[in-house]
């Protein structure tokens, strides 16, 4: 139970480092398993839950709000006890953001991949409804995972589409107000233009930034282990970053 809602989710099964993995919209915790999550194990204890109304995750009559599903995360972080890395795709990592931004005594780093952290900021693509190429495939998969059935997977499209046409509206005041490292990273043809993921990485305090090329928003099935490879990096590193030239980082001597 997850704020007295039933929810499934995968706990760490010992102490040490851990990685929340937040996974898209439309999706479930499954996509983030099966592609990075072996990786990051070798590291790294692995959380993840599938949010309401995802995946394995009964749905209710309530529409989709970011807000609420960093609510759920943080609740989750919550019953976890312990600060974690936490990784987000797309929308999961729309949610690592307010996370981060809200609680930041849960967190210790954030990775975002492909995530936008504006509605703006996505390209100009033709709607997704039922009718669309693609959404039978969508929803029998849906179904495969969801107690609420594939009956139900028309109002998931609706209130995902709905809450994608005016969330999240973040500023980049707000983000600004984030003081975790953050990872940002994309695809070089990704669904978030390239314009609005450097204007993330511009405005966050501390930051880094890798676009990984000839990849689009399925970055981590495309390239998983060079994902992977750049994420543990990220997270193993020392902070903050030493370079040979920096110019928007100053010079400073790495804590362990």
Not at 46 to 65: N, Q
Not at 212 to 236: D, Q, Y
Request: glycine residues 8%; contains cysteine; neutral net charge.
């Amino acid at each position: 139970m997850l704020n007295g809602h039933p929810t499934w989710a995968r706990m760490p099964t010992r102490k040490g480092p851990t990685a929340l993995l937040l996974h898209g919209g439309m999706s479930s915790s499954r996509s983030l398993l099966h592609s990075i999550g072996p990786g990051l194990s070798r590291t790294f204890q692995i959380a993840a839950f599938d949010r309401r109304g995802h995946g394995r995750t009964v749905d209710t009559d309530a529409d989709f709000h970011y807000d609420d599903m960093a609510n759920e995360t943080i609740a989750f972080l919550e019953l976890l006890g312990r600060r974690c890395h936490v990784i987000g795709h797309s929308d999961g990592g729309i949610i690592a953001l307010l996370v981060a931004r809200r609680r930041p005594d849960l967190v210790k780093r954030v990775i975002v991949v492909g995530a936008n952290y504006h509605f703006n900021g996505l390209v100009s693509m033709e709607a997704f409804d039922t009718d669309s190429e693609g959404y039978e495939q969508w929803a029998q998969k849906y179904a495969s995972l969801s107690p609420d059935g594939i009956d139900h997977a028309p109002v998931v499209l609706k209130k995902t589409m709905s809450m994608f046409a005016t969330e999240p509206a973040l500023t980049t005041s707000d983000l600004s107000r984030i003081t975790r490292p953050v990872l940002v990273m994309s695809g070089d043809d990704d669904v978030v233009t390239l314009e609005h993921t450097c204007s993330l990485y511009l405005a966050l305090p501390d930051a880094q930034l890798a676009i990984v090329p000839g990849t689009s928003h399925a970055v981590l099935k495309e390239r998983t282990r060079e994902s992977v490879r750049i994420m543990r990096h990220f997270l193993e590193s020392d902070l903050p970053v030493t370079t040979f030239m920096p110019v928007r980082r100053p010079q400073s001597t790495p804590n362990v």
